[in-house]
Structure formats: C-alpha cells, structure tokens
C-alpha cells in the first residue's frame, strides 16, 4: 500500500460496500460433522454497472445464490484448491511459490477477488445503476469441513452433549470463508447478525450480544440470536458449539467464560485473574473495553492456544489449571493477557491491509509487554525482551531478514523485497508460520523502538487516539462513511505519531519497518591510560544476509570506579572508533564504595582490576534500542564484575553467556555467588546454573571440592541433619521451586575426564527421585519430577559399544540400568495417577529417545508411535512424535518418513498435523546438500502434491510443507530426481527444438531473457542460480543421476527415450519460465487477470482449438497462453533453430490435445454451478471443488462471459 | 400303661437327653465333674420320687427326662430369684424372692409345707461335697495389686495388672528422620513397583527390549476418548492432598492465586498484603451466591418458547 494512497482514507478495492451481513446456521450435525445454512450480505454498489460481485468462499457447496430474491447464476473458482495444475514434472518450489502466490492474489478480497463470482440478474441492472441496495442470499452447506471449522467428536456412548463434542472455527488469519461465504477481509466491515440453531443441551458462542435464545417448535433445539452492532470484518467472526458449562465473571458480570463439561472447578481458578488484565488495559489505554460483552471458550483440539476475535477469544483447553500449578499459571495468564490485547488492536481495530499489520501486532504485543511489566516487574520484561530480540536477531541472521511493511506499490518484483525467501510475503496465506511468529515479534520490538523514541506517555496517547476515533466511527451509521476509521493503516499511525509528540521518527521506519534486517555489531576497546580514554572500536558486519547497516546514535554505558557514565555516540559511516573520557583516574587502593548506574553504592573487591584502568565493565546498547546483535569483547574480570554488580538482568545474562569462555575459578566464583544470592532474579540465577556446568566441564581437571552445585543444592534444598536426603517438598518460594528445578538438570550435564557423568551426581539425582515426598505440599509436584527425569536423561553418555554389538540387556551399562528403572517406574504410574498435562509421561519418553540415541536401548519407534496415536494428550503425542521424527532422521527410515506424512495428512488434529511438518523441517531427516537413500522421486511426488493440493484446507498447513520442501530440497529442483536425458528438447508448440532449460548453460540462458521478457532481473537471478545448481550437481552426480534414470525408465514401460512424457517434462520446464515472466510483466502492467482469463477461455471455447492464431485484439493473452497451454504465437522461446523429430511430434501432439479434449469437457460439467443443475449435478458436486485456476477460468458457463 | 407317657415324653426331648449324654461321656474336666455329681444326685432324687409314686422301674430315658425337667425347673427358680433379688438392689436372694418367684411360675407356695411334710417322703443322703471348679485364669499376668488401705474390702479386686500397667517395649521408637524418610520412600517405592508390576503383568504391556519383555516392562499406552480431561484434572490423590494441606494452611491458601505476581516481586513482604486482598476477594466471590439472581448476562436467561406460528 502506498503511504499516500492511505492518507487519503481507506479505498475499498471492491466496486460495492457491504454494510450488513447475516449468517445463519440452521442445522449442525456432529456425526455427520456437516453445517448447514444461509447467508445474506447487505451491499452497496459503490459504481454504475456493477454486475458481478464477488465473494470469498472455500469448501462450501453452494446451493442457491439470491440476489433481490432473484436467482442468480454464480461461478465456485478456487485456484489454491491445486496450484499447480499439470502434472509438473518441474518439481520447482520457486515456480511453486510464485504460482501459489498468483493463485492467493487471484481470490484475494483485498484485491477485489473472490472465489465466488456471483451475476448479478439482468433484471436488477437498472437498480444497480441508481446505486440501490443488493441482497444477496447465499444457500450454502458443509460437509466434514477439513479446515476453518474443526469438530471435535469423541467416540463413545452417549448424545453429542454427553460426549462433550463441539465445533469451533479455526484459522489462521482470514480464514473464515473456510465456513461461510463472505468477504474475507479484515478491511471490510459490516454489522452482523449471527443466528445458531443447535441441540437444546449444546450452546453457541459467537460474537456481539446475545439477544435471545429461543427453542423450536419441537423444544428439542433452540436458536441462539447474536447481534454485532460495531463493525467487524469477516475475518473477526468465530463459531463455538458445545456443551459448555457457563460461568459469569464474578467481577464483570457482562464477561461470561465457557469451558467442556467437569472443567469447571479449573475454568474458576483460571479466569478468577481475567478482571485485572481488564482494568490494566482500560486503565493505560484510557479507554473502556470496546465491546459490551466479553466471552472465553476453552476448547479442545485448538488450533492456536490464543485465537482473538471480536468480542469474544477461543482458547486452548490445555491452557486450563487448577490452583495446585505453578508452572502452567503464568503462562496461561499471559495468553489470557495476549487474548485481550487484540481484542483492542486487531479485532475492534482491524487493519487496511496485509502492509499494515504490523501496526496491530506491534501495538496488541507492546501493551501486553507494559501488562507483564507491571505484572512480572520490570525484571520479567526486561528478560523477555531480550529473549524475543535474541529470537528476531537470530531467526533473521538465518533467514535473511523480516519485513514488516512490505510495499508493493509498483508491483516491480526486481525489488521484491523477499527475495531472500523460498515464499512469498505478499499475503498472510504464503507465509512460513515460523516467519510469522518472527514477524509479531519483531512487530512489538519495534513498537518498544518507538516508545523509546516519543515516550511512553505520547505513545499511550496515540493509542488513545486511534481507539477513540474508532469508537466514535463505530457508533455512526454506514451512511456517514466513517467506519474506515475503525481501520488502522501504517501511515495514519505514522501521522498520529507526529501529531502527537510533534517528533519525527521516519528515520526510525525506515530502518525497521520498510527495511529488513538486523543490526550486527561487534566490540571491542583498548584504555589509554595517557589520555584516560577509552578507545572503544565498533564495527559493524552489513553484508551477511539479514544484516543491515546502522547510522545513527548509540548509547554506550561504561562503569568507572566513579560510577556508572551513559555516552550516546554517533554511529556513522566510516568512523568506527571512538573517544570516551573516562571520568576516574585508576585508584584501587583508596577504599570508597563505588556507585552504580541505579544510585546504589557498593564494595567491590578490586583486586582482580586492572591497576591501570578505571574500567569496571563497559556495555553496548543497554537499553536494547536498537534490534542487534553485539559481540563485544572484554576480559574476564569485567564480565565478573558486570554479572556480580550490574543489576540490570538482561547485563547480568549477557556475562553469564561471556562466561562461558572463561573456564577459570574466579568465573566458578562469581557464578556461584549469583547462584546463592536471594535477591537475584531467578532465571539469571538458573542461567547461571547452566554456565556453570560448561564452566566445569572444562576445567575439569582442576576442579576441587564436589562436584559443582551439589553442596549449594545440599545447602539450600537438603535436610540440615541428613544431607544426603532431600527435604519434603514445599513450593511456596517460587524461586527457590524454580531453582529446585534446574539445578539437578544442569548438574546431570557435568562430566568427569572420561567424558562420563560422575557416579555421584547420578546417584545425587537418583535419590532425589527416591526422596522427593510431596504429601505436605500444596503445590504438585509434577513439573519438578518430569525435570528429574530430564536430569536423569542428561546424565546419559554414549554407550561404549564394541564392534556395533546388538543392545540387549545383559550388557545393559548398570548406571542406565537404574535410570530406566526409574523411568519404567515413572513411566507406569503415570497410568494409574496421571500428572497435570503428563508432563511426566513426556519427559519419559524424551529421556527413552536419548538412551536410544546413545545406543543403550536397541532404537526402534514402536513405543513412541503408540504414545503418538489420536487420542493421548496432544504434549504427549508431540514429544512421541518429536521422537519419531528424531529416529527417521538418525536411522534413515523410509517407513517412518511415510507414517508420519500420512498423519501429515490425516490426523484429526490441524496443530499436530502443522506440528509434524514443523518438527520435520527443523530435524530434517536429509537436507539439500546431503546424499540420502530417503531422497527419491516418490517422495518430491509426495511432498509436492502434499502442498500443491493435499493442504489447500490449511494455509499454516500448505506454509508448513512449503517449508519443509524447501528445507529438504532446496529453491530448485530436487537433486534426486532423475537428470534429463535429452540435451534438446522439442517444444511442441513452437515446434522447435530447445535445449533443455535445466542443462541450459548459463550464458545461454541469459540470452534467452531479452527475447522472452523485458522485465525480469530480480527473477532471473535466481534461476541462474538454479541452472548453476544443476551442472554442478551434473558433474557431481551424474553417476548417480543416471542410475536413478535408468531405474526410472524401468518404472515406466516407455523405452524410448523421446517418450511423451519426457518431452512434456521439458516443455513444463520452460513454461515454468514464461509464467514467472509473465506473472511479473502483469504485476506491473496491472492486467486484470481475470479478463485475461475470461477472454482467453471465451476464445479457447469458440474458436475451440489450439493451432489457430490469435486475434490482434487479443494480444495480452497471447502472452498468458504459455501459461494455459495454449497455443501460442509468442516469441519463440530459444535461440536455437528448429529440429524435429516429426514422427514423435506428431505423437505428443495427439496426446497433448486428446487430454486438453478431456479435461474441458470434464469441466463444463463440472462449473456450471447454474441453479437450474442442482439438482442433477449434485452428486458431481464434490469433483467441483477440486478445480484449479486454469481449468476453471477456462470453463466461464457461457451466460456469464461477456 | 404308666410307662406310655414316658415313652412319648423321651421322645420328646431325645434329642436334648442325648445331648447331655454325649457330653457326660466324654466328660473329662473336673468341671464336668462337677456338674456330673449334680445331675447324678437329682437323678437319684427323679428315682426316689418315682419310687415315692409307686413305679417300680422306669425306663432310663424316661428317668433321664425327668431328671433334665427338673434341672430346669430349679435352673428357672434360681435364675429367677436373682433376678428378683438384683431387681430391688440386692445380691443374695431372700427367701420373699423365692417365694415371689414360685408364685410367678404358678406354684401354690401354700401347699409346699405340706407336701414337705409328707410320710412317705425319702431322704436322701446329701452328694458328696465336690470342689468348686476352679475356671483357669485366662491370662494372668503378675499379680493383682491388693487394695490400699483406703479402699473397702468388698469392692472388687483390682483388674490383671497387663490391663492397665504400660507395657515398656524392648526398642526405642525409630524417630530418626533420616530413618523415617528413606522408610517412607522405600516403602512407596515398593508398593508403586509391585502396583506397576502388576498392572503391567496383567495387561498389554510394551518393552525396549525385544528380546526382554519383564524386566523393563511398560504398560502399553491406550488412547482416551477424552483425552484432556486426566491431564487437567488433578488425580484424586492430588484432590484429597490439597484439601488436607487447605485446611491446615489455610492463611496460605489464597495467595496461590496470586503466584506469578511473587514469581518476580522479592518476597514475603507483599505476600501477605495480596493474601489479604484476595481474602476479600474470595469472600467477595463468596457471596457472589445472593447476588446470584441479580447478575444479568443473556446466558442465564432462560430460553424463550418459541413464538406461535406466524401465517404458514
């Protein structure tokens, strides 16, 4: 979006307004798991001749579209149901990505378009001149909807309400067109009327008041009536049917919790917290919650743990406690805490476009962090945010940078600003999920930046700002046009923020937000004892993917024996050192308290100083007001000093990480110092118990007294009498619990000079296992015991094995021996008493995986896929499956690769199907440069169709196989697929030979550019890299490449090596090119694709063959055809002169066009959604749903092109 | 013609009479003894009656059941006269609670002095006097404290001393705590494994061994309908142990509530004020009960009948 373009007010990209929607659900079936109901949307023509609308909808069956109560013919087109449409033998993820990406824009509601085009009757044209208003009644049903909707039906005995079934709508950004056809963006916005009929014993939730429930006549369900009078988009309206136990807010009456029947004690305890996030939010923002009602529903299955909509949150069941759990409280809170942050920023205030929403999730994640500020204290924050800017720093410095305000503007993909990455970032729906998760946290860093710049106060003001204005739009009527106020854009907050604080903070933006990338310093500085100044050396590293170079100011604090001095110096271009006059001269033996940054005066032992230097510790950017990474470099003694004195947490972790590569005994001291102090923030205290355990590992040889943390474990958690016997547990002192914790596990990572656990600490950690005693605890114990066991899975070291002997038990290592006694123990009484989230039973498997891994357990992965089964808590089934991928990867099993991408596709649950992809990509079982027997064409035929059509239900889904394609073989096509055969290639089309693209050399491919298109260097870049990726795998592998061929060959009985397929392999792989092309010549040119397409299948219909040439008139499509295979009087494609083999021509060609006959034919049948068919086509319904762009643009029903 | 009804009447009471016969045959204890002589003088006393009547013999089991009703009947007068006697707070019975009793039984007390006056009466010699039978102190341990001075004579003796006297044991009690501990756990630790063993011996179980099932031995995992519900919800172990640690720390209790606030604010000082406020809180929730009705959110509304039909 263009920042100007937003100044002017929000500029609807439909040619209509809708202004109300109703939908109504009348009949929902949880055996059968099918929905069935209505629509109606309320809408404006915003121009003289609309005659088609378009809607977004995606597995619905649509049965009747009314319009004005007249029958309207409508046409169902989804191009993201397969993108791909041939059967491509290219196997390329950057052509993947670019023609996924075309198919989102194609029915993208931002853009105008919609999966659902519906005609507006002839007889209502007139009407629509004079601008009246449109009704349009949609009929619409579902069955076993696989995404958007999610039912959740145990299987036994007993009604639906007795079984605790329900259905809740799910997704991931706007994805509500999943369940009813609407426009699915979060920039249009209507009023709604919300209507549920379910089983009288079920109640539905849903968004804005309820305003009566009714029953049926036959008193056996009743109706639910909502009514959303603020204005929300689409994409903010969610659905949650069960049996819930209702129960009101006892602080806020018109906040009304949900939860699955016998939760209810839990549901209590769990949301007796929401009330103060209420008044923390209302309080800061100066502003009353904007909707009149509030609800929370705790499902299960979730898709996401936090899912905000407008006036109402879908959370995980999971996130359910009771009080006995320390653990899972703070992080419950904080998702409860995140719920209502967007309930402000991201569902009352939505966003213009995909550009914009940075500004919602920076801003909804800025005043959560103020919320756990004042909640955690600032030490929690500060933490958390270092956390979250280590995350960034290293998520960009991997993939190469994170744009939050992509520009599209001109549409030039040369400078495609992610050019970087295997996906597009122009919609929500192509992105990598874990890009996502980045992009919301880089999203309230740069928040926090800003804040740092204008101040708090102006901040809060700006906020205060856009909600009031909203508020106020939101109580207008449509007709005053000012709803677009609800909308938030990156520049009318950009204005708000120069309103307000009067401050420019361009520069700022520029750098993080239109700029991607982080800031990558390193340190170092040398004293001047002449001078007294400290010459402190900053460079700066703007060239490794993901960096970018930083100008501007940078505060420096240095700690003198004086005290603490801040120095703000000028980061610029060429200057890389820098002056700093340093305020004391040495002087260690006067004996004087040296104050700190905080006021506070302390004695410090000096002696380990440098007796020249006045220098304590010296720390780059402290305020962490610039996302970077810094690595500076100062010794030892400093990073002590800085760990023992500097208070600031976040200084204090970056000394503990220093310490590391200081093995010595002042380090040992200083560090287990940290770890008595009371008054230090606990998890510096249990990084430190970490560091520690590096720091002794390495000095192990000189190491005295026993081994490191036991006697302080002694000492802090033992009985005074009995050392050895730990005291009953008693968790009231949560950071003493937390330290409790830790402090076993970071032990058991201790090894002696054998490289072994000592003996001692496994029998330490043993008998804390046989010791621990909770009866006279308040708290569970849970989360402590499943931490002993990842203790005792720590302690573990490779087994010594002779000559691969087979594992079995006798020559079972008598240490290991007791450890799965212990884990056998555990492992079973988790059957019979359960803990809180079998956070036992996952810490059990985990701790198995790591004896198998280390080869004192015969490694096999039949325990872990029964724990993995439907039907076990979902941590279990992840930590199970987490381990079944860990075994495909380290034994190299093909089998298992197969049962965890079948669950990829047909487990019931959506997160752990987009969790086994998840995990796959970050343990990949072989990656691109890796030679693996698991790499075969079967498996890029899998992977390829898992995300080219078996995932359109699912866009985190599709996103996740992307990733992992992407991950196994890389931007271009898979080394493992055989190399071609054929150094030329015929193009049929063009009659013509050509070499085959992907043994195309360099050079030659670089000339055929000019020809084909005049605007594609972004592009071209990177298929040279593809091309150089393939000879050097040619000379590589060709031995290899040709056995697979040949084996190839023998998997198909087409002997010749010209066989059809082949050739149609090849030509795919040019037309990869020409769409590519294409595609970017049509972003810049802003071709209406669906003209195009219109026109091109008006044509390919009449004129009805493949041969003819083109009309003058219809030069656009001439370009487009490639894409469509058509025939096509473009410029040829090669330098190279024809030569054809005739006879085999004329095969191919038959065949070509004896399918192109078939297909058409299939698909005239199958698109006319006329309702006039409905009832004869019903049964071929379903086949209508799995079409594709190009089939379906091709198949316009004659009443309705032009 | 006389024995006839002897006859009808042992038949009657065979099974009685058989039963003191089975028991005086094999009567060896000097109380049976005891009891032997008794019975044999009252037989003699049935005979000389009989005798007295003009029988010249009887049979024996006609003699023997005679002999049992007469036992009886003097059994009933004593049993009878104690009571009389205990009923107005007497011990030893008095001629008036013989009489009373006689009276009772619908004897004509009248005609007692007659009858024993009559001239034919026998007289027989008295049974030789027999030692009470000593019954064998059941467990006498040591021996009974005679009583103080201050105690009267009469009243009853002081009990066996193992009733009342403490009893030192052999061992000193184990209080040592670290004793006690690795008691507790070892004991929990055995019951959990033979609970686990079993379970697992009598189920499906799974192994990381193929060549080992039972060292090792895990029971198998089994999918729930429900999954969530034994995850979240704590055991009723847990349930029983929070309940008994809420009534004893009740002061604590509330400030769970409040956990994360302590995770990061230093320590007790604001510890207790939160347990204050959220004592008030909960208290505030308390009577949320009253208030119940007042509350008005569309959910507890009750559901509407559906309107009447509109034309149709």
Known sequence: MNRKKGDKGFESPRPYKLTHQVVCINNINFQRKSVVGYVELTIFPTVANLNRIKLNSKQCRIYRVRVNDLEAAFIYNDPTLEVCHHESKQRNLNYFSNAYAAAVSAVDPDAGNGELCIKVPSELWKHVDELKVLKVHINFSLDQPKGGLHFVVPNMEGSMAERGAHVFSCGYQNSTRFWFPCVDSYSELCTWKLEYTVDAAMVAVSNGDLVETVYTHDMRKKTFHYMLTIPTAASNISLAIGPFEILVDPYMHEVTHFCLPQLLPLLKHTTSYLHEVFEFYEEILTCRYPYSCFKTVFIDEAYVEVAAYASMSIFSTNLLHSAMIIDETPLTRRCLAQALAQQFFGCFISRMSWSDEWVLKGISGYIYGLWMKKTFGVNEYRHWIKQELDQIVAYELKTGGVLLHPIFGGGKEKDNPASHLHFSIKHPHTLSWEYYTMFQCKAHLVMRLIENRISMEFMLQVFNKLLSLASTASSQKFQSHMWSQMLVSTSGFLKSISNVSGKDIQPLIKQWVDQSGVVKFYGSFAFNRKRNVLELEIKQDYTSPGTQKYVGPLKVTVQELDGSFNHTLQIEENSLKHDIPCHSKSRRNKKKKIPLMNGEEVDMDLSAMDADSPLLWIRIDPDMSVLRKVEFEQSDFMWQYQLRYERDVVAQEEAILALEKFPTPASRLALTDILEQEQCFYRVRMLACFCLAKIANSMVSTWTGPPAMKSLFTRMFCCKTCPNIVKTNNFMNFQSYFLQKTMPVAMALLRDVHNLCPKEVLMFILDLIKYNDNRKNKFSDNYYRAELIDALANSVTPAVSVNNEVRTLDNLNPDVRLILEEITRFLNMEKLLPSYRHTITVSCLKAIRVLQKNGHVPSDPALFKSYAEYGHFIDVRIAALEAVVDYTKVDRSYEELQWLLTMVQNDPVPYIRHKILDMLTKNPPFTKNMESPLCNEALVDQLWKLMNSGTSHDWRLRCGAVDLYFTLFGLSRPSCLPLPELGLVLNLKEKKAVLNPTIIPESVANNQEPVNSTNNHGQSVGFQNTEDDHLIKETASSISGHQQGVKRKADMPLGSPLEPGQILEKNEDSKVKLKIRFSNSQEEEEIDMDTVHDSQAFIYHHLNMLERPSTPGTSKEQSSGEMNMHPVSAAPLSVFSKESNSSKHSDHHHHHHHEHKKKKKKHKHKHKHKHKHDNKEKEKDPFAFSNSPASARSIRSPSLSD | ?312
């Open chain 2, 1 to 312: 013609m006389r024995t006839a009804p002897y006859g009808s009447k042992m038949a009657d009471t065979a099974s009685g009479g058989s039963g003191t016969r089975s028991g005086s045959k094999h009567a060896t204890t000097p109380a049976d003894n005891y009891y032997l002589a008794r019975r044999r003088t009252l037989q003699v006393v049935v005979s000389s009656l009989l005798t007295e009547a003009g029988f010249e013999s009887a049979e024996k089991a006609a003699v023997e059941t005679l002999t049992e009703m007469l036992q009886s009947y003097i059994s009933e007068i004593g049993r009878s006269a104690k009571s009389y006697c205990e009923h107005t707070a007497r011990t030893q019975p008095t001629l008036s609670d013989i009489v009373v009793t006689l009276v009772e039984m619908g004897f004509n007390v009248e005609t007692l002095p007659a009858y024993a006056k009559r001239s034919q009466r026998m007289v027989i010699t008295a049974p030789p006097v027999t030692n009470q039978p000593v019954t064998p102190k059941a467990l006498t341990a040591g021996q009974n404290k005679p009583h103080p001075s201050h105690i009267p004579g009469h009243f009853p003796e002081f009990p066996d001393p193992h009733t009342y006297i403490k009893t030192p044991t052999y061992r000193e009690p184990v209080s040592d705590y670290q004793v006690l501990r690795e008691k507790a756990a070892s004991q929990r630790r055995d019951v959990e494994r033979a609970l686990t063993r079993f379970m697992a011996k009598t189920g499906e179980t799974q192994s990381l061994f193929k060549d080992d099932v039972s060292t090792f031995p895990l029971i198998a995992a089994r999918p729930f309908t429900v999954p969530y519900l034994t995850a979240l919800l704590p055991s009723e172990l847990e349930m029983q142990q929070m309940e008994e640690t809420d009534s004893s720390e009740q002061d604590d209790q509330t400030d769970t509530e409040n956990l994360p606030l302590h995770m990061s604010t230093d320590d007790s000082g604001p510890e207790k004020e939160n347990a204050s406020v959220l004592q008030q809180n909960t208290s505030l929730s308390g009577s949320r009960n009253g208030e119940e009705n007042v509350i008005d959110n569309p959910y507890l509304r009750p559901v509407k009948k559906p309107k009447i039909r509109r034309k149709k």
